[in-house]
């Protein structure tokens, strides 16, 4: 009989072998609709449930908790249905039940067992209960606090608190055990220096708080916290120096943050993309950066530092050209080595936009700027190949997007392998079959590495998307429409503002001339004794004032 | 909070600079051909008494703008002379404005076909143009000026480099004769002038954006007098230097090739004029970029509405569809003579009588020292 059951229930056909395959999916299909059905029902019915607990409740509060610990954790199991991570723990204190709601993998055992657990059963059975208050003095543990809402709770108990109810009271009692799996310190990744501090943060929001503060012993750093995400709800932290910065922008940051509206946040782009101005610019108006040293020194110089929960890196407002052409290795190298470095660099952008599109407009429209010899040299390697000089720059530029993105994707091991193919491919293969000219290789070349020289990798990435349409408008205009690229740029950027500063327009403003001190040139630390007067910091001096 | 930057302020230099980029570049280019056959030798002292004559008006306008602090001419102009006569002055300035914009914007087509693309339609050259002016000039006052800023730092060097190379080939021998002076011709030429001066007509209306708690607004202005003296007489002697008076009377963009002529030995860079004409490139643009915001603004105010944006729309096409109309030679003259007359008129007639008449009104203005 038994075994006659198992058959029925694993094979259709054996029941019903006079069926045919359509009558058998029919049964199916209704078999489905009925499990749909009752699935819907048994969510509709929770749902129900939940709303008429609601209707005491007052806004925003899932339900309202009772002083029966039994109609409490009928709540909560609805709450948390399905969620098998979620513990909940039964003992007596004194004469009554209490329970502990926790979430596995997020408090740490040993602290529930020591701190809390043992504290609590080792209480006599003649121990009256006077309010949750009373434990304060009871669990060795650093932060514990009473709270009467469901919502607050819930949202702790996630985050790695243990939740205590007692019957007989209608609050919890949410207790710090947070112990869950974390990245440890490490070195940056991105940001890379030989000489100075090789710490970055990780993504535990605490422990990235922790490596400002230990770099800064200044009651005058402040840390704000706000919640995004309507489902994440993901911390975030505004730092900023309050006796530095410029009235009004930690409001305006908190403001914009708030204004968020997203269901969850993974990613710092996602927190960007909302406080920006122009999220459609291809200008990075906010600076990622993953070094605590960066963060401080930007502090203090009157911006502010995002930081956001299980992330690794930490944005930077207000952000500009100037302040994302600059490194961390600038002010650990020799002044004069890095005013070098910076001009190199401004001129490398320039480069990274406009070579391909210069070499274009030289050789299609006025071949009398090349010199003679070089002019001769070029019309002869062009001869070999058969596309004109837009279309070679563009299979260049193709080419080297390809390979770009193959060694970003790839992994670690086999990139250097794609590098090589692709140099060998670029390099050699291309010119010989006859597809581009050399010199033209040797432009794309130079193109890509001036776009690797900028330490930000968001701004590399911006430079190479407007190479292409720059490009386009030179085969058709040449020098003419590289100067016109040039001052739609220009307007661009000097239209383009983060946090009120604009984002390049300030580089040549002359009322800012003071600040070109730590902009396109650095001088010697003995020097730099004002902060940048774009900023508008309430200080200027960096000597500082001895305040509160 | 939308933004903590103000948007509509600026400092005396901050204006100075704006001023010296406005019509700059097509000083250094156009000025030999229109105040040579006029002056001759002496021109550079029609550019100095020009300087001086023009300084003379902005100072005036100054003054005037001192009568009524923290109002633009659209404000003050009504309790000068009335609404009638205000309309009359404001559409004067308008003209004036879209005048001479037209023919800089038609001149320069001219030059980039000439120089750049001579197989390429004059009409491609000014549509993209004006269509990047017109980006330019929807943007605030703030963007604008540090635009300037930008574009004076990236144009003005390579534009005073390439004339002081061209000196290699002057000719002392081409300055003379000194003597006899032609007072007529230069003060004819110190009249002409005006197109290379321009610009300080700006100040009607961004005179209450100007913060003068610390520069002296009128000491800046000469600053930028100064600019444009150095840079046209760069390239007169540039000029009369390498080509004599009698050639340069007969070229139209004698500067350019001047810098054409510049051979520089064992080096790799040829023709010099198309970086000439590169570095010139941004003084137009911000030129034109300035003025179609000026005349939105002005009617702008006028009106009564907040933002300039459909008016510097609407003054980009006019000034496409006139500057297309000048491509007959003797048309384009023509209105070349007309801009002057407006520019002169309006400068050194209408609003000094403006200021007379104020004057006469209330005697001396409260900020007069």
Known sequence: MEYSKKQRLHKLSAVLIQASTAEAKDKLRILRKLIDSSAELGEDLSNLASHLRQVAAPEEEPFLFTTQLSENRNLLEVVFRDCDDVKYRYFSIGDRQAMML???????SDILEKFILTPLLQLKKDYVFTGLAAFSGILPVVSLKTSASARDCITAALGGYAALFVDGSAECLLIEAIQYQKRSIGIPQNETVILGSHEAFNEDLNDSISVIRRRCRDNNIKVRRVYIGERSKTAVA????????????????????????????????????????????PFPQVQATERPDKVVSSLYEGRVAIIVDNVADVLLVPTTYAQIIQSAEDYSTPAIVTSLTRLTRFFSSLVAIFLPAFYIALVSYHPGMIPTALAISVAEQRLRSPFPAFMEALFMEVLIELFQEAVVRLPQKISGAAGVVGALVIGTTVVEAGLVNALLVVITSVTAIASFTMPTYSFSMSLRIMRVPIIFIASVLGLYGLALSLMVIVTHMCSLRSFGESYGGNLFNITLLGDWKDTFFRLPATLLKSRPKQLGSQERDRGGKKDS | MGNLERRTSMSPAQFALLFAVIGTGTAVLVMPAT?????????????????????LAGTIFIKLGDCFPGESIVEYLPRIWGSALTVVTLVIFTGMILVQTSVRVQSFGREIVFFMFDRTPIEVVILSFLVVCTYGAVQDLGTIIRMAQWLLFLSAPPMAALLLLSMINIQFINFFPIWPVNIVGIVKGAIYSWPYYWGYEVLLILLPSINRRTTNLVAAMASSFLFKISLMLLALISTIGSMTVEGVKNIIYPTLLAVRGIELPGTFIERLDNYLLLSWIPFGYITIVIWIYIASVTWCQYFGYKDHRPFALIFSVVIYIASMSLHDFSIYLNMVETSRLLGFGFSVLIIPAAYVVVRWKRGRCKDDK
């Open chain 1, 238 to 281: 505004i730092v900023y120096a309050a006796n530095l910065i410029k009235p009004g922008l930690m409001e305006e940051v908190e403001q914009r943050l708030n204004r968020i509206n997203i269901d969850r946040v993974t990613s710092t782009a996602s927190i960007e993309e909302f406080i920006v101005d122009h999220p459609w610019s």
């Open chain 2, 35 to 55: 105040l040579v056959p006029v002056a001759e030798q002496h021109t550079w002292v029609s550019v100095i008494l020009g300087a001086g004559l023009y300084f």
């Open chain 1, 102 to 108: 926790y979430v596995e993998g997020m408090v740490g």
